[in-house]
């Protein structure tokens, strides 16, 4: 603002010295009913050139409600009815609840300054007094708030330090290796939007023939997601063991009594999931498949055609008895699939109202590569998409592709 500037807050008139005045912040607020401020305070406050605004006891609270920082308060007690002696009480309240140190110029109104720490009362002529004053209270004010930022910071650092352990710890639950082998090979990505991430992903070898794998999204972001994806790997059982029996269950199995673990947990805060599973037979090359409420996995031939594998199901952990169907179709040599989590979604395509997906010129150009390296490339694209920080989204992959047998 520039010397002598006046502006309006709240139809009451507020005079402005300094140019430096940072908007939202004074040194000193001046409290008086009078037209002007007396011509001593003043002077003072523009040889200090401290940047300071006038108001009323009438329009305190809507002047504080402006200002993020105020240095000190400057009070002129000649003027102010006793009427509003009351009102001026609440005032110093609030201020010293601020931990913000007033000045009282005389103490007309025989203001009951015992009870407070940070009031001290000033003859008019006492301007050296001021002028120590002044510098004292905002000096006192700006360190203390400073110690607040520092403080702030301090707790920033260590709710960050806390994310990264903790996204250590859910990287930690994801498979140590892929369960690859002579006749498939796997591949992955796992790009957390934050320190955590509300996606998870497992494949395991369930027996000689079989592997299981999935990919499961916690609906949500940040912590709350991320401690569903704990419970969701936990409670994703793939396999029912009877002593030295055991049976595998189907994919319409596995997320049937998925949904239901979820259902009797009664999870707070609406939380929900969808997920995509799939059961390889390694000697058939059968996969069974049945997804809830997930993006439909892609199979990609070895002509490099590239189809979605549908199959219906609602989400996981809202009605207890939904149901989800199992689709089965038969994998050949060089085939691959490319299971994903809504955030890869706008790389692979541009979903339609049908449900069907407009594949994506970025996606078809190494759609024809080998697993490990499409994979490699995808990874690329994610990283070198333009997105602010409101549309970033976890992104994870799970790819799957037939080998050549030996």
């Known amino acids: 603002m520039q010397k002598s500037q006046v502006q309006t807050i709240s139809n009451d008139i507020i005079e402005t010295q300094n140019q430096h005045t940072i908007k939202n912040s004074v040194d000193a607020l001046v409290l008086t009913n009078q037209d002007k401020v007396f011509s001593q305070i003043h002077k003072l406050l523009d040889e200090k050139k401290l940047s300071w605004i006038k108001t009323s006891v009438e329009d305190f609270y809507i002047t504080l409600d402006t200002l993020d920082f105020i240095g000190t308060v400057i009070v002129e007690t000649g003027g102010i009815p006793q009427d509003q002696r009351e009102k001026l009480c609440q005032i110093i309240r609030t201020i010293e609840s601020q931990d913000i140190a007033t000045i009282l110029i005389n103490n007309h109104i025989n203001f009951p300054i015992g009870n407070y720490d940070l009031v001290s009362v000033l003859e008019t002529g006492s301007i050296e007094e001021l002028r120590g004053r002044l510098a004292g209270n ?7 708030t400073k110690v607040d930022e520092i403080l702030e910071d301090s707790h920033t650092q260590e709710m960050e330090e806390q994310l990264k352990m903790a996204g250590q710890v859910q990287r930690d639950f994801l498979p140590a290796k892929l369960p690859n082998n002579k006749h498939v090979k796997f591949a992955a990505i796992f790009q957390p939007a934050d320190w955590v991430s509300g996606d998870i992903f497992d494949a395991q070898r369930l027996d000689e023939q079989h592997i299981g794998f999935y990919i499961a999204d916690a609906v949500g972001h940040s912590m709350p997601a991320a401690i569903l994806t704990m419970f969701l790997k936990q409670a994703m059982v793939m396999r029912e063991t009877t002593g030295s029996d055991y049976r595998i269950y189907s994919p319409a199995e596995v997320l049937k009594n998925l949904n239901l673990k979820m259902i009797e947990q009664h999870l707070s805060g609406s939380l929900f999931a969808t997920c995509c599973y799939c059961l390889l037979n390694i000697r058939t090359m059968q996969l069974q498949y049945a997804r809830a409420g997930h993006p439909y996995p892609l199979l990609i031939s070895k ?20 149901q989800f169907l199992q689709e089965t179709v038969q994998l050949h040599e060089g085939d691959r699939l490319f ?9 692979v395509g541009i979903p339609q109202d049908t449900g069907q997906l407009v594949i994506s010129d970025d996606f078809q150009s190494i759609s024809d590569l080998g697993i490990t390296r499409m994979l490699e490339m995808f990874d690329i694209l994610v990283r070198n998409r333009t997105q602010n920080n409101a549309e970033r989204d976890d992104v994870t992959v799970l790819g799957l592709e037939i080998l050549k047998p030996e």
């Open 303 to 322: 002509n490099n055609s590239i189809r979605q594998l549908e199959c219906r199901g609602s989400l996981l952990g809202i009605f207890e008895n939904s």
């Open 138 to 144: 905002i000096s006192y004010h700006k360190k203390l």
């Open 339 to 347: 299971m994903f989590s809504d955030g890869a979604e706008s790389i």
